[in-house]
């Protein structure tokens, strides 16, 4: 019984990503979603309550498990700093770099300039993956594995705005890598491991420590 229900929970959620990657938050109905999943309105509200409270669910459902995987790489204390940089960009860039429904909807909602409590929570959401990133680096600086000189915050935008310009821009993007960016087998074979070693030698280039070659 229990396994049913979240069948079904799932199976709704699926059909809002596809909703709102389409429509967009504002565009996007309860109604629609329950009948693109074949429920009544009675279920679905007793679910998730509200058309927030579906577009809530989705992202715990998609980050939850996401957040937990970085939180360990940078609360591993059995590797060093550069290492943790490392995994954490594999592991980032696996992740994100995808033209998926869910990556859709959520970068239509977070590049929206209007404020809104929906958005101040998205943002606190994804902010915990921000914070994984700036602990790594503040911990390498703390121990000398990185520049003190550092600027961590625009490491930040460095990162996060490098995907962005990708994967939100795609004809812009595409025209400027030579291939498009939404093609699946393209992320997977060639744009992932490109932007993988790019953001690893950039990064290793300006956190490393004067006169230190080694890293």
Same mark, same amino acid.
């Given at each position: 019984?229990?396994?049913?229900?979240?069948?079904?929970?799932?199976?709704?959620?699926?059909?809002?990503?596809?909703?709102?990657?389409?429509?967009?938050?504002?565009?996007?109905? !309860?109604?629609?979603?329950?009948?693109?999943?074949?429920?009544?309105?009675?279920?679905? =509200?007793?679910?998730?309550?509200?058309?927030?409270?579906?577009?809530?669910?989705?992202?715990?459902?998609?980050?939850? =498990?996401?957040?937990?995987?970085?939180?360990?790489?940078?609360?591993?204390?059995?590797?060093?700093?550069?290492?943790?940089?490392?995994?954490?960009?594999?592991?980032?860039?696996?992740?994100?770099? !995808?033209?998926?429904?869910?990556?859709?909807?959520?970068?239509?909602?977070?590049?929206?300039?209007?404020?809104?409590?929906?958005?101040?929570?998205?943002?606190?959401?994804?902010?915990?993956?921000?914070?994984?990133?700036?602990?790594?680096?503040?911990?390498?600086?703390?121990?000398?594995?990185?520049?003190?000189?550092?600027?961590?915050?625009?490491?930040?935008?460095?990162?996060?705005?490098?995907?962005?310009?990708?994967?939100?821009?795609?004809?812009?993007?595409?025209?400027?890598?030579?291939?498009?960016?939404?093609?699946?087998?393209?992320?997977? =074979?060639?744009?992932?491991?490109?932007?993988?070693?790019?953001?690893?030698?950039?990064?290793?280039?300006?956190?490393?420590?004067?006169?230190? =070659?080694?890293?």
């Amino acid at each position: 019984m229990e396994k049913d229900k979240t069948d079904k929970k799932d199976h709704i959620l699926d059909v809002a990503e596809r909703v709102f990657a389409e429509q967009g938050y504002d565009g996007a109905s !309860t109604r629609m979603i329950s009948g693109g999943a074949g429920v009544n309105m009675a279920m679905l =509200n007793y679910y998730f309550g509200s058309k927030e409270g579906v577009f809530l669910a989705i992202f715990d459902r998609r980050i939850s =498990n996401f957040q937990a995987v970085l939180l360990s790489i940078g609360n591993d204390e059995s590797i060093n700093s550069w290492e943790k940089l490392d995994k954490y960009l594999d592991n980032y860039i696996d992740k994100v770099v !995808t033209n998926s429904c869910f990556h859709i909807m959520l970068n239509r909602e977070i590049s929206k300039s209007k404020k809104t409590d929906l958005t101040d929570q998205i943002t606190d959401i994804m902010m915990k993956n921000v914070n994984v990133f700036l602990n790594i680096i503040s911990e390498g600086i703390r121990k000398g594995d990185f520049n003190k000189d550092a600027d961590q915050q625009l490491l930040v935008a460095t990162i996060f705005g490098t995907k962005n310009y990708i994967i939100n821009t795609p004809h812009i993007s595409s025209k400027v890598l030579g291939y498009d960016v939404l093609d699946t087998d393209v992320q997977n =074979n060639l744009l992932k491991p490109r932007f993988k070693k790019y953001m690893k030698t950039l990064l290793k280039a300006y956190l490393q420590n004067e006169n230190d =070659n080694n890293k």
